[in-house]
């Protein structure tokens, strides 16, 4: 018989599902706000699930006014009555120390629960802080177990990270072979990353004969896939003609999109090209703007790079001084960096001779 209970846990089911329709446009259009409503109603009738979706809209500030607190709040609730989702989410918060302080032991914790419960991302979350020694102890070959078993389930992004660790022999006995099976699954699977990283397997030859046709063809899909480094790698190939005849200019484009994507290094090489004239218009004010763009962000390169632009005064006016500062960044970041070490030599001399 059908109880009161029951057709409860039911509507909730369905206003939480009706919620996700809504949210991500399914056969609906889409509407975060109504969805929202629904998820606040879902939850109010005790759908645990409803609850934890609710907090990722607070989380992100979408159909609701963003409030870190409440969604904290709703992950902690829904993690405590067994939710992955709350339990992951409330790890990532700590892992990032964004609305919450920074605390990785904490966020470990978080993960391998969400990990317990069965969520593929909670487990790969948990592997990662264990191949890296963050709030918990280093222990990289049980991340490669983590790893393999959700891999095995069909979850890409554990192929992936599995296959770096063969390719690196970290936690595992090195396999360049197995890396690029892995690394393939993972592609097949749509996992951008992946067929970035299976790219550079066969532009270096390693695990599989060179092939650097093969390579860009990867490269392309990692870039289209939304990975920056695909993008940055998929210049290298247009700059230099390897795999593609060479096209300075989309290189420049590819540059671009990989440095507003973050690869600090896609951001240097524009910066190069600037400076140079080369496939863009000569413009020493955007390398230097770039270059110290990276310079922040830790590239030595780029610091060293724009102290030359100090001291030659391209782009800035000439101030060896503030030359002289970067070459002295670019060697707290990397000290065998022997350039910005001569440089700042060169500089010391000629002030000293003032």
């Known amino acids: ?34 969805a929202a409503s629904l998820y606040m109603r879902a939850c109010k009738l005790g759908n645990v699930q409803g ?19 409440r969604a904290i709040d709703l992950y ?5 009555r067994g939710n992955a989702l709350g339990c992951n989410n409330l ?24 990990c317990e419960l069965g969520m593929e991302g909670g487990c790969l979350n948990w592997g990662t802080l264990l191949e890296r020694g963050q709030g918990v102890a280093q222990d990289a070959t049980r991340a490669a177990s983590i790893y393999s078993n959700i891999c095995d389930k069909g979850f890409s992004p554990g192929c992936n990270n599995l296959g770096a660790l063969f390719e690196n022999g970290k936690g595992v006995a090195r396999d360049p072979t ?15 990353r992946a067929c970035g990283n299976l790219g550079s397997m066969y532009e270096r030859g390693v695990g599989v004969p060179r092939d650097p046709i093969k390579a860009t063809t990867l490269y392309r899909g990692s870039c289209d896939g939304g990975q920056s480094d695909g993008c940055y790698n998929l210049g290298v190939a247009y700059q230099h003609g390897v795999g593609v005849t060479a096209n300075p200019s989309h290189a420049a ?3 671009r999109q990989a440095c507003e994507g973050g690869t600090d290094l896609a951001c240097f090489n524009l910066g190069l090209l600037y400076e140079d004239g080369v496939g863009v218009a000569r413009d ?43 070459f002295r960044r670019a060697l707290e970041i990397n000290p065998g960096l022997a350039e910005a070490r001569q440089n700042l030599a060169r500089i010391a001399r000629e002030l000293g001779n003032k």
């Open 284 to 326: 020493p004010n955007e390398a230097v703007e770039l270059y110290a763009k990276v310079c922040r962000n830790g590239l030595a390169i780029g610091c060293q790079n724009l102290g030359v632009m100090y001291y030659n005064g391209a782009g800035v006016r000439r101030d060896p001084r503030l030359a002289s500062e970067n």
């Open 51 to 69: 609850c934890a979706n609710l907090g990722v809209l607070y989380d992100n500030g979408a159909g609701v006014s963003q409030d870190s607190a």
């Open 253 to 255: 484009i590819l540059y």
């Open 178 to 192: 197995r890396a690029v099976n892995l690394y393939s699954k993972a592609c097949d699977g749509g996992h951008a």
């Open 76 to 80: 902690n609730m829904t993690c405590e």
């Open 91 to 114: 790890g990532r918060l700590y892992e990032q120390g964004e609305a919450i302080t920074r605390d990785f032991p904490r966020a470990a914790s978080f993960y391998s629960k969400a």
């Open 1 to 34: 018989m059908e109880t009161r209970g029951s057709r409860q846990r039911e509507y909730s089911s369905a206003c939480n599902n009706l919620a996700v329709m809504y949210r991500e446009g399914s056969s609906i259009p889409k509407n975060e706000s109504y």
